[in-house]
């Protein structure tokens, strides 16, 4: 984005100065006038700045009081919760490894597909199985074992090729057993959204992730953040046309309070 405004305004102030010069030089001819070459440079400050606060409009409508965090309801003794994200990666190694603080975590697994077929077709790949802790497609529940537990086969041989995590204490004294089931037992839910809206100037996308409830699809928690494809061309140059919370979260404790 810096290159393209540092390519595009030098031109456009030389396109404006010339757009002056002659549109001066005409009125000058045919009238004794000013207001000629004087609406070339009002408008020459017009559009860019134009652009940029319909923009700004545009999004602080949706950005006003639905972006950020938002902690609507906090529940009490948590065992544990369902990650939309594949399989145990993430949040739930962190929830089970690093935190400890959570009994279980589940998740749906689908075909996990990886884009290396010199052909250029999609090929289902047992790597990516194995990164996501899984055997293939599935129901899922993840908990936290002693080392050598029978479900942690699946985890010691993913460690076993991860010569950055399997020195780290937290991944040597305790492993993530993996168990099929055939129906969840969370009441809870964590894992991001993605959608669309059309303006008239542009798509806004509204990004982040929440916790649900599961059973009346209450939104729990959220952290949102709204972004704004503008059709508008100096929106584009000179706005990142983006607002959020910024860094930082919400932590699972904080929203799902574990079981003491």
């Not at 140059?237 to 930082?248: E, Q, R």
Request: charge should be neutral.
């Amino acid at each position: 984005m810096t290159a393209l405004v540092l390519i595009v305004i030098p031109q456009y102030i030389l396109a404006t100065v010339i757009a002056t010069l002659v549109v001066y030089w005409g009125a000058r001819l045919f009238t004794k006038s000013n207001w000629p070459y004087r609406l070339v440079l009002i408008a020459a400050f017009a559009w860019p700045v134009g652009d940029v606060l319909l923009s700004k409009a545009v999004l602080g409508a949706y950005c006003w009081d639905k972006s950020g965090i938002k902690i609507n309801r906090i529940v009490e003794n948590v065992e544990g919760f369902f990650v939309t994200e594949t399989g145990c990666s993430g949040s739930c190694q962190e929830a089970l490894i690093k935190n400890k603080i959570y009994r279980f975590i589940e998740a749906e697994v689908a075909e996990l597909e990886d884009y290396r077929n010199p052909l250029g077709r999609f090929e289902t790949s047992t790597e990516r199985y194995e990164d996501a802790l899984v055997p293939g497609p599935g129901l899922y529940r993840f908990t936290r074992e002693e080392p050598g537990h029978p479900k942690c086969k699946i985890y010691d041989t993913w460690l076993s090729k991860k010569k950055g995590l399997k020195d780290r204490e937290e991944y040597k004294n305790n492993c993530v057993a993996t168990w099929n089931i055939r129906e969840r037992k969370s009441k809870y839910s964590i894992g991001s959204f993605y959608d669309e809206d059309s303006t008239i100037i542009g798509e806004i996308f509204h990004h982040g992730y929440r916790y649900i409830d599961l059973k009346t699809q209450e939104i729990l928690a959220e952290k949102a953040s709204f972004g704004l494809r503008s059709k508008l061309f100096w929106s584009t140059a000179f706005n990142p046309l983006y607002c959020g919370p910024g860094i930082g979260g919400i932590e699972d404790h904080e929203v799902l309070k574990p079981v003491l």
